[in-house]
């Protein structure tokens, strides 16, 4: 025993800490202010961070990425109907699905311009959408197009 569990020094510790701090135990180490310590030695360990520790507690990490969410916001300022989002969306999450699924066929590392795919599913879906050409170069339009024409075959055939 090296002594840091005595009374005498966790009581000069409590001294030191102060009123307003707070102590949380995680297994054989202290939370404490916002660094993990050893209360046998009472060496710092490391900082306590918790990743997926948000301000609505431990429900999500503090930023994930969602093409979905990121889809939907441009669904109003392109002139889509309320009543028509919710088709469109899940069209987009099924080619999103069918992305993960075979992009690795592509030479693309990364998803389709997103205007260019609410663009096009809307078009297919005859769904009002006051988007202009998605993508001005006519050479990057066309590679995406083909690529979003495979898809679009590929999720006709497949069961929804």
């Known amino acids: ?17 102060g009123p307003s701090t707070t102590v949380h135990k995680l297994g054989n180490t202290i939370s404490e202010e916002g660094m993990l310590i050893n209360p046998d030695t009472g060496v710092l360990v490391c900082r306590d961070l918790s ?7 431990f429900c999500a990490p503090i930023y994930h990425y969602d093409r979905t969410n990121r ?3 441009l669904l109003m300022p392109s002139g889509v109907p309320v009543c028509s989002r919710h088709l469109v ?14 992009k690795e066929k ?6 389709l311009s997103q ?5 096009e599913v809307c078009k297919r879906l005859g769904v009002n959408c006051n988007l202009p050409v ?4 006519s050479k990057r339009r066309s590679q995406q197009m083909r690529i979003f024409e495979d898809m679009w075959r590929f999720l006709l055939t497949s069961k929804l």
Do not use: H, N
């Open 71 to 73: 889809f939907s916001c």
């Open 89 to 102: 969306i899940r069209v987009f999450e099924q080619l999103e699905k069918t992305w993960e699924s075979t």
């Open 51 to 57: 990743i997926d520790a948000g301000p609505y507690g």
């Open 1 to 17: 025993m090296t002594g840091w569990q005595e009374d005498a020094v966790q009581s000069l510790l409590a001294l030191a800490r």
């Open 106 to 111: 592509y030479d693309r590392k990364y998803f």
């Open 115 to 119: 205007k260019l795919v609410l663009r």
């Open 134 to 137: 998605a993508i001005r170069d």
